[in-house]
């Protein structure tokens, strides 16, 4: 029983989370975004996201800081 408890709490809180992370991400623009998903949705590496979007792997990673700064702040409210 504390096992099936246990579980729904874990459900609920990561569908929670889901939510605040697909609210953070809405609020970063469209070529963030991408990168973003590329990079931690799909596991490519920098090297393979600047190849696909046609930018140097330095650009991909001032980006991706950027992003994670901006969803990062949304997050903490």
Known sequence: ???QIS???NKEENWVEELSLQ???NHL???ER???E???F??????EVAAEINISQAQVSRLE????KTMKQYLAG
Do not use: C, E, S, W
Not at 42 to 47: C, D, I, L, V, Y
Not at 65 to 68: G, P, Q, T, V
């Open 1 to 3: 029983v504390m096992d």
């Open 7 to 9: 579980d729904k709490k």
């Open 23 to 25: 609210a953070a991400m």
């Open 29 to 31: 623009n469209p070529r």
């Open 34 to 36: 991408h990168i973003i």
């Open 38 to 40: 590329m990079r931690f």
């Open 42 to 47: 799909q596991g490519k590496t920098q090297m």
């Open 65 to 68: 800081k950027n992003a994670l």
